[in-house]
């Protein structure tokens, strides 16, 4: 009799347990665009979505810093840096002329 | 010689193991001379015997593989170092050849095999297998099918006798060591770069790695993919239990019991805890529907 109530109280925790989380995660869905679980899902193991990171380059004399950032807002991801090393994203300087 | 004749023999030669150092074999399985009967198919030039040319073909099938199956497992390969790496690799394919058009499971038998092969990781076995078992797990989390978790209709239908899955993608693990810090410093180390030079760039930055060394501590894991990112979760032993109990296709009702079926837990504390179990692997949606 005894371990026919236990197994019945856990068997009704199982129950409320799915209710609530389905009820969690449908809301979430609704309200905030999964946002809520995604806390919960865990540590991230590998992400997929990441942006690749730019390689570091000191463009100087280089023509290949296009659309690799660095510069000013006028030269910044394009050719126009050939040569001048304006767009350098490796810490270099920009030569004494 | 037919076409069939030379497609059959050339494939039987080009997929012929390698021997330790990378180079194709001067004997074939009957004890006769490949020079000699590649001879009989493949015409030399002027700088490279027919052995020598059909040795390239050789060599680029084996590499490809070992290739495939190296990328699958950066942290492996990190903790063993390359060369004892590639040489595990190596007699892995010999024993597991490629059966499948599809090289993403060439590397699914490498964990259990592993663990018969203690020759080549040493001491570091267990964590060796274990790297090797959530590495393989990523995969799995990574590229299994997602159904549609319960909803309220399903909910609606439960009965102490209905029979829940999991999430095909949903993978879990009990291990003997806290391996995700090896894979994590691993992955953490790894460049973003475009997919045809990852394998060249992946091997130079696993030598480089400084390996956490975890202790040896019984560790329960779920990998799982979540908005397309794979994560992985800690979880205790009576989640383990109930979620494997869950994937053996136990009803409910034996369920809640194989979650504490050894603990000295208070009934209360036990409803609790089963409770949380479920509201966070249902929030999470990774029960679904019985397929069957």
């Not at chain 2, 180390?189 to 030598?207: F, G, H, L, W």
């Amino acid at each position: 009799m005894k371990s026919t109530t236990v197994h019945n109280l856990a068997l009704a925790a199982a129950f409320a347990g799915l209710l609530g989380g389905t009820s969690a995660r449908l809301n979430a869905q609704t309200t905030a665009q999964n946002s809520a679980p995604s806390a919960n899902a865990g540590l991230i193991l590998v992400a997929q979505n990441q942006a690749p990171a730019l390689p570091k380059h000191s463009c100087k004399g280089k023509n290949d810093c296009k659309g690799q950032g660095g510069g000013d807002a006028k030269h910044a991801g394009k050719n126009s840096c050939k040569g001048k090393g304006a767009c350098a994203t490796d810490g270099s300087k920009t030569p004494k002329v | 010689m037919t076409l069939l004749e030379f497609q059959r023999r050339m494939a039987e030669d080009v997929s012929r193991p390698l021997t330790a150092g990378f180079m194709m074999q001067e004997v074939g399985p009957d004890g006769s001379s490949v020079a000699e009967s590649v001879a009989n198919y493949v015409k030399p030039n002027g700088r490279l015997s027919s052995f020598e040319r059909l040795e390239i073909y050789n060599r680029q099938y084996w590499f490809r593989l070992i290739a495939a199956v190296s990328e699958d497992f950066p942290a492996l390969n990190a903790m063993l170092g390359p060369k004892r790496f590639d040489e595990l690799i190596l007699n892995y394919l010999e024993e597991n050849p490629s059966t499948s058009f599809n090289l993403r499971d060439l590397g699914a038998q490498l964990p259990s095999w592993l663990e018969d092969h203690p020759e080549f990781t040493g001491a570091h076995l267990d964590l060796a297998v274990d790297v090797a078992r959530l590495e393989w797990a990523y995969i799995e989390a990574f590229d299994r099918a997602a159904m549609p978790p319960l909803d309220e209709t399903d909910l609606a239908a439960l009965q102490p006798t209905s029979v829940l899955a999991l999430q095909p993608h949903l993978q879990l693990l009990a291990l003997r060591y806290a391996a995700e810090k090896v894979v994590l410093a691993v992955h953490k180390n790894k460049p973003d770069v475009d997919i045809v030079s990852s394998a060249v760039i992946e091997r130079k930055t696993s030598r480089q790695v400084r390996l956490p060394k975890p202790r040896r501590s019984l560790t329960y894991l779920v990998v799982h993919r979540y908005q397309n990112s794979v994560y992985y979760r800690r979880i205790d032993r009576g989640a383990f239990l109930l979620l494997s109990a869950i994937r053996e296709g136990k009803p409910l009702a034996i369920v809640v019991d194989k979650a504490f079926c050894q603990s000295g837990l208070l009934p209360s504390a036990r409803a609790k805890k089963i409770r949380q179990y479920f509201v966070h692997a249902a929030e999470l949606g990774w029960l679904i529907a019985n397929p069957a």
